[in-house]
């Protein structure tokens, strides 16, 4: 069956446009790669962005920056708040400011996956800084309850990336067991290794042969078996 001309250029706008999301989605990580690495080179134990938005063009303003919660109660600790003369952070705050407005513009960014309610104020949000090491954070997380898990499957079409199988050494994937709180922070992480080209290159892999989805739906480029890093 011929293809007219108009066919094949509504084929390659569709793809052009699928590229042109998948790249705008990497490059909202990217910005937000460069400026975690940013804060903290002048804040090591920096985790989250304190922000509101305000205004008709929702322009971002920065409260300051927190440290992780000490344990699941408490809050996170302000690390920085802008008013401390001499701050090394002092001298970017404009730059997260703009690099926060710029990586959530889209209401598609993957960046809003990392934004959380914040506590403090009514109009604020907390924006989480992405880890140094994201298979290096996966590796922790599924080993806190697969201890003996070697590599997990893992499925771009759900939620971005839900892992959907433990590799505990043999050749069988075995059902995860995972709280809430883990599977979530996993989806997040993985979708942003799906997301990033680099990630995917270096950390995802073909499934291994004969491997039946768990949920029964066919197989897919975006089912991905990831080896956990040492």
Known sequence: MTVSPEARLATQRDELR??????????SLGIIDHLAAKIRARCPEAAY????????????????????RPS?????????????????????????????????LSPTSPIWALVLRGADMDDSWLLELPPVDRAARVAELVRGHHPKATAIVVDGRAAGGRVIGIIEGGPVAVRPSLTNRCEDALTRLIAQVF?????AERHLMPVPCGFTHPHGVSSSDLVRLMPLTA
């Open 18 to 27: 699928v590229a042109l999301r998948h790249a705008e989605q990497a490059l």
């Open 195 to 199: 997301t990033l080209p680099h990630l």
């Open 72 to 104: 699941l109660i408490g809050a996170c600790p302000w690390l920085w708040d802008g008013t401390e003369s001499g701050h090394p952070l002092n001298a970017i705050d404009s730059d997260i400011a703009l690099d926060i407005e710029w990586a959530l």
């Open 49 to 68: 962005v304190s922000f509101s938005r305000r205004g008709e063009h929702r322009t971002i303003a920065v409260h300051g920056v927190l440290g992780e």
